[in-house]
Every structure is written in structure tokens, then in C-alpha cells.
């Protein structure tokens, strides 16, 4: 009876360990396939951004087959998914700070409004700048800099240069996953200076260009847009926007974002690839993650 005990013990965990083995080898062959596709995504989002180019050069609205959002498509043993997003179209945080390393008064003022017409406390832009400008004189009012970061558990420092996403803004202070949820769908993390392409800008980021378009009336400029494009950028928005603003708008755009997700089995991954395009089309990732954006 004790031998037929042991047997069946032994025979048990045999049988364990090699549906243990099965599913780690099923496990590594799915992720090299998951990859291969990934890297398929990426190449196809860089055909598709490039044909874009040649073909209308100095335009990029809703309409273009580049905005068109994938949806899951069968492949062998699973599926595909994925969305090319201009960020262009979102604010970028790193023009708060330009070239010089000084505070830019237009994009601070626009962030703030932003905040605002988002339901989030305007104040949150001075610990943001303290995270990205050169100094370590605390921003007013709210900023933040070394002495409030050395104080947390465990502590840290500001690293006083450009984001390179927008997921840090959870390291800065006064700044919860609940502000970061409702805020990062409208922000980017771009080289300062990047303009804002307002053909593919949503009716937040329209009304936070000038305190003389509310939401109301920036949701009645995005719906007259559509999904095509403004004619005439300058006598659009003229009577609407400050020169100095209006002078950082474009039709166009150069930095992209690919989401592609692709599930094979029970395994599943997703490709966030900053892409950028430059002037004759062609298309390179500059920044890539996996699982996370």
C-alpha cells in the first residue's frame, strides 16, 4: 500500500512538472512569436507614416489612413491589435521649459489652462517646471524641488532636464495616479519647442490655447474641423489666439505613437514606439517599451 502511495505521489509530480515544462516552452515560443510581431507592427506603422509623407507632405489630420485605429485582426494562433496617435496633437511638457532653460510664460500659461478646463489644480505646472527646468529654486506657487524629494520615503531628487515620458509625472509632487489618469490622454513628452499640430488636436487642447475660447466653443471648432483639416490655420484663429501662440501651430507633424498588441494563447504584449518622422518620410523609433506606456 506505501509503495503504491509513493507511486502515485512520484507519478503525480512527473506529470506536473512536465505540463510545468510544456507550458514554459509553449511560454517562450509565444513570446518570440509575440515579438516578431511587435517588430512587424512597427515596420508596417513606419510604411504607413512614410506613404502619409509623400503624399500630402505638409498635412496630417484624422482622416489619413495613419489615424485609423486597427482593430484585432486573426493571426496564427491569435490576434493583433494596434493605434498610430499623432502626439503632436497633445500638449508637450517639455515646452515649458525652452531651449534657454528658462520658463516659457505661453506654454506655462496654456498648461495651466489645461488643468483647469481638466477639473485638476493649475498649481500642479510649478512642480512640474521644477522637475524639468536647470535650477533648484522652488517655482511659485507649489513647486517642488530637492528638499521636498529628499523627505520622501525613500528619497530622491529632481533630475532638472526634459521627461522622456509622462508616466515620471507620477514621481512629481502633488501629482496621483488619479491626476495622471484624467491628464495623460492630453500630454506629451517631446523635445522642447515641438509646435502643436491643431488638425489633430483635441477640443481640451484647442480651448487651452487662449483664454478666448472656452470648452464650448473649442468642441464647436473641433466638430466644424472633423475629420479633415483647417484650410487657413492663421485666419481661423487669428481673432482667437495671440500671435506668439498662433506662430506655434502647424498642420503637420513629425512625432508619432505606436500601441500595438499582439496575443498568442494566454500570452499577450504591447509595443509603445515613439516614432519620429523627418522631413523626407522616413520613420525611426526613437523610444520603445513594453507593457507599459
Same mark, same amino acid.
Do not use: C
Given at each position: ?8 505521489? /512520484? ?5 506536473? @512538472? ?7 516552452? *509553449? ?20 510604411? =504607413? ?25 486573426? =493571426? ?15 500638449? @508637450? ?9 528658462? &520658463?516659457?510664460? /505661453? ?10 478646463? /481638466? %477639473? ?11 522637475? =524639468? ?29 526634459? =521627461? ?13 495616479? *488619479? &491626476?495622471?489618469? &484624467?491628464? %495623460? ?45 483647417? !484650410? ?5 484663429? %487669428?481673432?482667437?489666439? *495671440? ?10 507633424? *513629425?512625432?508619432?505613437? /505606436? ?9 499577450? @504584449? ?21 507593457? !507599459?506606456?
Amino acid at each position: 500500500m506505501l509503495i503504491l502511495m509513493i507511486t502515485s505521489v /512520484l507519478a503525480t509530480k512527473i506529470m506536473w @512538472n512536465a505540463q510545468i515544462y510544456q507550458r514554459q516552452a *509553449e511560454s517562450t515560443v509565444n513570446s518570440e512569436q509575440i515579438m516578431m510581431m511587435l517588430q512587424s507592427a512597427e515596420a508596417w506603422a513606419g510604411n =504607413i507614416l512614410y506613404q502619409d509623407k509623400i503624399n500630402t507632405a505638409d498635412l496630417d489630420y484624422l482622416g489619413e489612413i495613419w489615424a485609423n485605429e486597427l482593430p484585432p485582426m486573426p =493571426i496564427d494562433g491569435g490576434y493583433i491589435s494596434g493605434k498610430i496617435i499623432d502626439l503632436q496633437s497633445r500638449f @508637450n511638457v517639455n515646452n515649458l521649459i525652452n531651449t534657454h532653460g528658462d &520658463v516659457d510664460s /505661453l506654454a506655462d500659461m496654456q498648461f495651466r489652462r489645461l488643468l483647469t478646463i /481638466l %477639473e485638476i489644480d493649475p498649481n500642479i505646472a510649478s512642480a512640474v517646471i521644477d522637475w =524639468i527646468d536647470p535650477d533648484n529654486i522652488p517655482n511659485f506657487p507649489n513647486g517642488a524641488e530637492d528638499d521636498v524629494y529628499s523627505a520622501n520615503t525613500p528619497p530622491y531628487r529632481s533630475p532638472n532636464v526634459s =521627461i522622456t515620458s509622462t508616466s515620471e509625472l507620477m514621481a512629481m509632487d502633488g501629482i496621483t495616479k *488619479e &491626476v495622471l489618469m &484624467v491628464l %495623460e490622454p492630453h500630454i506629451a513628452a517631446l523635445p522642447s519647442g515641438t509646435p502643436q499640430n491643431i488638425n489633430t488636436s483635441s477640443a481640451y487642447i484647442i480651448a487651452s490655447l487662449s483664454d478666448e475660447i472656452d470648452i464650448n466653443q473649442a468642441i464647436a471648432i473641433s466638430q466644424e474641423r472633423g475629420s479633415l483639416y483647417f !484650410a487657413n490655420v492663421n485666419e481661423r484663429f %487669428e481673432s482667437l489666439i *495671440e500671435p506668439d501662440m498662433l506662430r506655434r501651430l502647424t498642420s503637420s507633424s *513629425e512625432y508619432f505613437l /505606436l500601441e500595438a498588441t499582439v496575443t498568442i494563447g494566454s500570452d499577450q @504584449n504591447t509595443l509603445y514606439s515613439l516614432l519620429y518622422r523627418d522631413i523626407s518620410g522616413i520613420v525611426k523609433s526613437v523610444y520603445r517599451s513594453l507593457g !507599459a506606456s
